[in-house]
């Protein structure tokens, strides 16, 4: 059913996009979705100590990235179209951050999903949201 | 746990929204969200008797709106402030939609949720909406 | 330049989407943009007197898809995929609505547009809303 | 009218926003907006060459941010609660980007704007975001 594994996708992440791989791990990925982390260090850090808006929105965008990658396969060509985030609660300091993302729909050149941001071990949603992406068509 | 029931919400549908209290049902309601019924008739439709875009908005619009009165009790002020809403696929024809919605802020003044669009009895989300409300504040 | 004239957009509308060719006008188009009035009518309002939220989001939404088919003519087949609409003031009682939509982006296969929602005469934006459109891919 | 000039902003951000401040340069501050300059190194970019998504969604971040600041003055407490953004084009390779904000409704609690992203000399609209912000109640 998958395509991908959580150590391929991590793979991937350390060749393809060498910058931002050390940022994040894979902790969990199946037919319903990818968990992804987001390793908290002070760069990622506003005033005050939360982490930051584009760290958050990186966050999610990189888990539907690797959330697609999982269904159909490593395809650098796909791309992010549209993302609306909510910003719902302050992250807890001192956390890392999980975004947990599921497809919507994974058709033949969109892909729409949402990813769910928390705090480590915090239930409450720190943020939400929902990505569309353009993958290139998949060749009979 | 809850400040309105399913018959309570009905009911202030009724009274207050007279006008569109028709088309929608309360059909089930408790602590995680709420569900609505669209009664699909000819006026929701678009030509090739799919249900409109403004109709599933109004089915997500009020389906938020339900839930969070489900929650803080009959409020007639609150209004919508934001939504985001992705258009997945065609609604089925000939079939009712549900409106599953649930909250995941519930602020002081504002409050923030999500709703899937289904067409009765299939499994696929038709769209998906995020939505914000300004609620007015309550007295200590 | 434009491929369609107001009056010929006026007359798609007619023949092609009958049951709400009533509530629009198309009160002006050119190459930045066009300009859709709601004809404001009872049953667009909510309580209060306001025009409602999903009669404000079919306007913003059929802006976009006639300032699309002014720039490549009557394609049936182009559907509303995302909407993000911002409500920021009360519309005033009493008035018509104006919808101006500009085209920010015509792809291939998707269009991306602002539309700006105003009661006539007044310079305070009501609401804005930002729309994907997806198209059928153009012929060479 | 304006309540901080460019240069202020400038400072602000120097001094409350040190880690970001080297990224960001205030081209412009009028009644009608703000435009922000990303200084556009290698750590914003992405394999190929081009911006990033999150330094993107930093560039539409900040412009607003500082837009909000230059009408109601150095605010810390400013927070995004949602942002909605389109990526439609890549940006050109080599250019600094240039944010355009602009404030479409200055309320008691929340502001709501839009900003448009350029690659430096490039008349294409690379990506469009609207944001809503929650500031502290004004004192009377």
Chains 1, 2, 3, 4 share one sequence.
Request: charged letters at 20%; glycine letters at 8%.
């Amino acid at each position: 059913m998958l395509a991908m594994t959580a150590a391929e996708l991590q793979g991937f992440l350390a060749r393809d996009f060498g910058q931002v791989a050390q940022d994040f791990s894979v902790d969990a990925v199946d037919a319903a979705g990818l968990t992804l982390r987001l390793r908290v260090e002070t760069r990622h850090l506003r005033p005050g100590g939360t982490v930051s808006g584009p760290s958050m929105f990186a966050l999610a965008d990189v888990a539907m990235y690797l959330a697609i990658l999982s269904r159909i396969g490593p395809v650098a060509l796909a791309v992010t179209t549209q993302c609306s985030i909510d910003f719902l609660r302050k992250p807890v300091a001192g956390r890392d951050m999980l975004g947990r993302a599921q497809i919507l729909k994974l058709g033949r050149s969109l892909v729409v999903g949402d990813v769910l941001l928390y705090s480590e071990g915090v239930p409450d949603v720190v943020a939400r949201a929902s990505l569309t992406y353009s993958v290139p068509p998949v060749k009979a």
